[in-house]
């Protein structure tokens, strides 16, 4: 194909959100399709987004936030789609408006903003449902942030569905950061150690299908106080994996604690609230938006903290 010079200065801009399991993964079972060992459920956000520009280049170049970096598990992702539907190399600039590789899934709504731009920028016509298989080769919960509202991710194709919309339910999230840093290990790095280390990986597996199941149940019935105990349980399950993997991993900070610990006040003193926390220090605290104001106060009492809010937001789109 002969592509003239507007071509290769034409961008394509695309944006994603970020999305919260409330019932997770941790294990992958298939390796090179990057498929999940045990299907999941999320909640995109709306505040917080990641926005990605494409453009035909000579040769595939990568800028994160204003910088020039080198990504392998971006640049190995470029190579595979770009091979599939034979295109040229790509520059691809993208900005996150929150901490990048901090456990507020980036790499997410990253990879769910490349593809949506990729796929208009070649009129590749791809629709929903291959856009979250592409999507999940590059992280598997990013095939998540390709739809808005309330997202399952399971087999056995492991293309995610929207279970419901962003109006289904009246949620809002208040992410509370502990700590601005890059985490120190990657989740797919993380996961494969509780793998083959962790006691417990067996039993996290066995319990996930139930855990899924009452969590669908408890989202389409709009149940505060069951999605709530699923949710945190599921959590510290993961947790607890994590923790007793070999070398044992901890992504939490002393911060991630107190946050805990105020959201267990805060519920004890009759007011519905979760918490969740993914592979990173921060602490993500589930609430109905008519508890916002409550919630605030309490939250805005703990010390070094940043406080993001957020709303249930809409999938992938261009701009
Ligand atoms: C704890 O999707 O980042 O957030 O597919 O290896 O890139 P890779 O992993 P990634 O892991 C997310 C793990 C989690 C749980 C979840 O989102 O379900």
Redesign the pocket.
Known sequence: MVRSRRDKIRMTTAIAHPNI?LV???GKQNKTL?HPASP?V?ITLDSLTTTTKVATSTETRLVLNGKRIEDLKVANFLDLFRQQFGLPPVSVETDNNFPTGAGL?S??SGFAALVTALSEHFQLGLNLSTLSEWARRG????ARSIYGGFVTLQGPDWRADQLAKESHWELEICIIVTNEGPKKIS??TG?KSSEATSPFYLEWIKTADSDFEIAKKAIVERDFMKLSEVAEQNCLK?HSVIHTSQPAISYWAPGTVSAMEQVREIRNAGTPAFFTM??GPQVKVIYPRQCRAIIQKSLEELKNVRLIWASIGPGAHLV
């Open positions: 399991a997770k993964y941790w990057n999941s999320s899934a790499s997410a992280s598997a919960s990013s989740s797919t996961m993961m993914d592979a």
